[in-house]
Each structure stands twice: as C-alpha cells, then as structure tokens.
T-cell receptor, first 110, second 116 residues
C-alpha cells in the first residue's frame, strides 16, 4: 500500500504540553505535507516540507523529515485546547495523487 | 477570496437511488480531486482531474462511481444505485497545479452522504 502510516492513532495531553505525531511512508516523495481536520474548519493545510529539507518551523509547529528512514514527525509545542483535531500527513505519489495517512487524533485537555 | 465549495452539505438517500455531488473549486486552480472519508478514517482518493488531461480514475471503488469536470471548473461526482457502504463524507479539493512536484490542496467542507 502507498498509504502513509501514522502513530500514535490517538494522543491525549494536557494544555501546555508538547504533542508529537509520526508518519512513515514507503514511496519516494518530493515533499510531505501535514493537514489538520476538525469539525469547525474542515481539512486545512498546515505545513509542507520538501525532500531536501530536514526541518521546518511554522509558529508552534515543527516538522522534521528523514528521507533515509522515510519518516516525518510533527511537533506542536505549548499545546492549546484549540489544537484538538485529527492530524494527517500526506504526500504525492508519482502519479500526482495526494496520499493521506490514517491520521492521529489529538485531544488537548484544558 | 472564495474557497472550495461543495453542495449539498448533507444528503440522505435511499438505497438504490442515484446521487450527484457538486464541487466548485477555487477559480484558476487546474487540479481537482475527490476523496471519500468514512467515519474515523483517513481520506481515500477517488479521482483526480488535471487541466485538460484525461482524469485519473484509479481510486473509484466501482463502476457505479463516475465524475466529470465541465469547462475545467465545476465537477460533479455521481454515484449510481447507491449502497449503504457508500455512506461517507465526500471531500473535494483543488490545487493550483497537480503534478508530482506537489502543491497545497484546498479542501471544501464536504458532503455528508447517508444511504438508508
């Protein structure tokens, strides 16, 4: 399967703690993206990291990419209750299709 | 500017009926995608349109599913003879380009389909 695999499937933390989610994939990629989905805003693009980048930051988000291990991680620092959502990694396969992982369900308790 | 819109937002239909789901992509976006998301699951790719090229239909689960994109803009996903397993949220997304370089996709709010 070309689908990305994410772990953990679910994560529950207290507000202020950091949350780390991991994604593994099997194909060659040009870039990897992370998306967030919650009931209020639907599915929204968070950050894109290119295959020649190892780390990227955007506000409280930090994404790493290890192409040798075919893995990526998303770190959310100083989490807030509003960060509660499902987080998906996604990458384009050679055919131009964006393939999504199964997602990590994050719950941030106030 | 306007984002991706989808209609209807909710659709309840009886088993065996046909349904049409509509997607209006962001103006100027050449790539358009349809996905299906079942409860608590990730996104399942269905079909992909890029410009005037032949669509990639490799994700359509059966020949009951079809989609078209008229004039390079609006797209319609049609499900014939609906089955209960077709119940899901159908998401549409558009992107400024859809080649392997990979661009951010903008998603619509989805259509929740319930087949009774």
């Amino acid at each position: 399967s070309q689908q990305g695999e994410e772990d953990p499937q679910a994560l529950s933390i207290q507000e202020g703690e950091n949350a780390t989610m991991n994604c593994s994939y099997k194909t060659s990629i040009n870039n990897l993206q992370w998306y967030r989905q919650n009931s209020g805003r639907g599915l929204v693009h968070l950050i894109l990291i290119r295959s020649n980048e190892r780390e990227k930051h955007s506000g409280r988000l930090r994404v790493t990419l290890d192409t040798s291990k075919k893995s990526s991680s998303l770190l959310i620092t100083a989490s807030r209750a509003a960060d509660t959502a499902s987080y998906f990694c996604a990458f384009y396969n050679q055919g131009g299709k964006l393939i999504f992982g199964q997602g990590t369900e994050l719950s941030v308790k106030p | 500017g306007a984002g991706v819109s989808q209609s209807p937002s909710n659709k309840v239909t009886e088993k065996g009926k046909d349904v049409e789901l509509r997607c209006d992509p962001i103006s100027g976006h050449t790539a358009l995608y349809w996905y299906r998301q079942s409860l608590g699951q990730g996104l399942e790719f269905l079909i992909y349109f890029q410009g005037n090229s032949a669509p990639d239909k490799s994700g359509l689960p059966s020949d009951r599913f079809s989609a078209e994109r008229t004039g390079g803009s609006v797209s319609t996903l049609t499900i014939q003879r609906t089955q209960q397993e077709d119940s899901a949220v159908y998401l549409c997304a558009s992107s400024s380009r859809g080649d392997i370089v990979g661009y951010e996709q903008y998603f619509g709010p989805g259509t929740r389909l319930t087949v009774t």
